[in-house]
Nanobody, 117 residues
């Protein structure tokens, strides 16, 4: 499975960005997709996941501001990020998982999100 993420960039606090992650290859084995992020000097943290049936889970830090969705026909997930804060600045990593919602088996290259205050 290969994952191609896109959509990062620079945005002012309070603004919005949308990330995309397209999966290719043996996608039949994937049950979950989602995102982790890693801020400068911090450990990687889980952000959000979505199952093939559409069930979602969010970290408390982004709940109510971020929305994950998926297009199964395109094997693509989207992360709509609204009301961005400076503390959302991080490299965002898309992942795909076979068995556990927060345990990635496959990873995309990170995409940088910078929120200026």
């Amino acid at each position: 499975v290969q994952l191609q993420a896109s959509g990062g960039g620079l945005v002012q606090a309070g603004g919005s960005l949308r990330l995309s992650c397209a999966a290719s290859g043996s996608t039949y084995s994937i049950n979950y997709m989602g995102w982790y992020r890693q801020a400068p000097g911090k450990q990687r943290e889980w952000v959000v996941s979505i199952s093939t049936s559409g069930s979602t889970n969010y970290a408390d830090t982004v709940k109510g501001r971020f929305t994950i969705s998926r297009d199964n026909a395109k094997n693509t997930v989207y992360l709509q990020m609204n009301s961005l804060k400076a503390e959302d600045t991080a490299v965002y990593y898309c992942y795909a998982a076979r068995a556990w919602a927060t345990s990635g088996n496959y990873w995309g290259m990170g995409t940088l999100v910078t929120v200026s205050s």
